[in-house]
């Protein structure tokens, strides 16, 4: 696991973008794993500003989406899918076509979850997997529970993440209780995950995610298995990590 430590929001959506880039340069058909939430969409912007400037091509690249809100169609716009088209796919040459994003509508919970995992096999897995974090320790929607879910699930949101992602709805009842996402079998095999996390809110979760025991009740901390992760983040949100006095070479 590599730390890079960023001064600041920018400077991470910076450096989390060059190693997509870089990415996408050595492999142009890569599957890439992508995120939702406020992290990730400075590192988006970076990113179509580079393609407007003529240095990156998504033709040929497959995004699959970590989530979606159950119950929100892809033309609300606080669904993930109006998220990604607003912030990322409207902007850049990737094709329709070869986007993946959890279908909020479908009422039928296994029907769906096996058509997404279906996607992922299909695809090959995932080269690169970008991830935000839950101030709970959540990925995706993957929440603190009691043991770790493997593919594609139904959850029911925690009160923390509805509180936290009530700040872009109209009110805190608009939430969706429920959500699709990827489990953690599929994000741990992708081939590198990314992690990006800024602010104050984020240390405490980003510290147990990556010192404290390994367990579901904080579900990034299975990340400490994973062979090949980076996680991009700034000094506010590894202001608990700095404190444990951890080896410089680390950050
Ligand atoms: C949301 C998303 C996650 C995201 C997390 C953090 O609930 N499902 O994928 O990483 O919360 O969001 P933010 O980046 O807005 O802090």
Known sequence: MRIYKTKNYDEMSRKAANIISAQMILKPESVLGLATGSSPIGTYKQLIEWYKKGDLDFSQIRSINLD????????????????????????????PANTYIPNGMEKDVEK??????????????????????????????????????????CVDLTNATIQANARFFDSIDEVPKQAYTTGIKNIMNA?????????????????????????????????????????????????????????????
């Not at 058509?115 to 320790?137: A, C, E, T, V």
């Not at 579900?219 to 062979?227: M, N, T, V």
């Open 68 to 95: 979606e809100y159950k119950g929100l169609d892809a033309s609300n716009d606080q669904s993930y899918a109006y998220f990604m088209r607003h912030n990322l796919f409207d902007h850049v040459n990737i094709q």
């Open 112 to 153: 769906e979850c096996a058509r997404y995992n279906k996607i992922i096999h299909k695809l090959g897995g995932i080269d690169l997997q970008l991830l935000g974090i839950g101030s709970n320790g959540h990925i995706g929607f993957n929440e603190p529970s009691d043991s770790f879910a493997k593919e594609t699930h």
């Open 191 to 251: 081939k590198h995950i990314l992690l990006i996390a800024n602010g104050e809110k984020k240390a405490d979760a980003l510290y147990r995610s990556l010192f404290g025991p390994i367990t579901p009740a904080c579900p990034a901390s299975i990340l400490q298995l994973h062979d090949d992760v980076s996680i991009v983040a700034d000094e506010a949100a590894l202001s608990e990590i700095i404190k444990i006095n951890v080896n410089e070479d680390w950050l």
